[in-house]
């Protein structure tokens, strides 16, 4: 029998039950699934930073801990956990993260804003370039970054990704390091924010970046809130530096009703919901790290602690 721990809340608990018990009878796993095993007893902990685990220390028997989110900004620092850490890598929060970023790109890409605001029999006929004209730069090229840039590329969009360390992805112009970061931006028309959240990453968009993009682009930020100097961005758009920011994710979540963001009409605010983990799909990946923790092969999905992500 294994003891598999979930920590994280009521709501999760209420969607992933089920689906995480199917994935591991077909897995062949024996797996005991509970809230509340004693931590001598615990082999892994299926885990979110809402649940009540925060001390690693008593779970001397644990063999991994299985995030059930794509970030792991608020786990990875602490200094308890000695376990290995893997990160949420699911087929349907990748799906979920490409149609949100493809449908943003495409809708100002198209200027679908200015037929949607059109309230006056005015004829306007203003015809949007073709893709191939409209450069995109995705920051960020792990799994989320690396396929929605690939996803724009097969658009027709010219795509350039930047990360920390070089990348090759193949239909990318992959680029890395400070001086990769201000060519990827020199182009950008549209900009999209896909990067892990670290110190070397928080507001890496900020009012000298925001000066490098050409002036007009669009930001798009379904990454992490942080990513961005708030204040810098709000200038930038007040100038028309920026022409317009879709931004899906924020340094306080929910909003609050006065923030800025709310009321500036070059700003849209979608309510993290870009993309989410799949409880179905994301159970498949839970059973499988747990089949291979059981087998002795390598798990899936490890964060780098020295890296962050």
């Not at 082999?43 to 970030?71: E, H, M, N, Q, S």
């Not at 060519?183 to 892990?196: D, F, K, N, S």
């Amino acid at each position: 029998m294994i003891n598999v721990l979930f920590s994280t809340d009521d709501n999760d608990w209420a969607d992933y039950q089920d689906p995480l018990r199917e994935a591991f009878e077909a897995a062949g796993l024996d797996v005991a699934l509970s809230r509340d095993h004693g931590a001598d007893q615990t082999d892994y902990i299926i885990f979110t930073p809402k649940g009540p685990v925060a001390d690693f220390t008593p779970f001397t028997r644990c063999k991994a801990v299985l995030g059930l989110w794509a970030g792991v900004e608020n786990i990875v620092t602490n200094t308890t956990l000695t376990q290995p850490l893997a990160r949420m890598v699911d087929e349907g929060l990748t799906r979920g993260m490409i149609e949100w970023v493809v449908g943003h790109t495409m809708r100002h890409h198209l200027d679908l804003d200015r037929h949607l605001r059109t309230t006056d029999p005015e004829w306007d006929p203003v015809m949007p370039p073709l893709a191939a004209d409209r450069p995109v730069t995705i920051l960020g090229l792990g799994a989320l970054g690396a396929a929605c840039g690939q996803a724009l590329a097969h658009l027709g969009f010219p795509v350039t990704g930047w990360s920390r360390s070089q990348k090759d992805i193949a239909d990318l112009r992959c680029l890395s390091g400070d001086s990769g970061l201000s060519e990827a931006l020199a182009t950008a028309q549209i900009l999209v924010l896909l990067l892990p959240l670290t110190d070397q990453t928080e507001s890496i968009l900020n009012a000298e970046t925001l000066d490098l993009l050409p002036q007009g682009a669009i930001v798009l930020n379904p990454g992490r809130g942080a990513l961005i100097d708030d204040d810098a961005l709000l200038a930038a758009l007040d100038t028309g530096q920026i022409g317009h920011a879709t931004l899906d994710v924020f340094r306080e979540e929910p909003l609050p009703v006065d923030n800025p963001y709310w009321h500036d009409p070059k700003v849209t605010v979608t309510p993290h919901i870009a993309s989410t983990t799949r409880p179905k799909t994301a159970a498949k990946v839970i059973a499988e790290n747990i089949r291979r923790g059981e087998a002795g092969e390598p798990f899936l999905h490890l964060v780098d602690r020295a890296a962050g992500y």
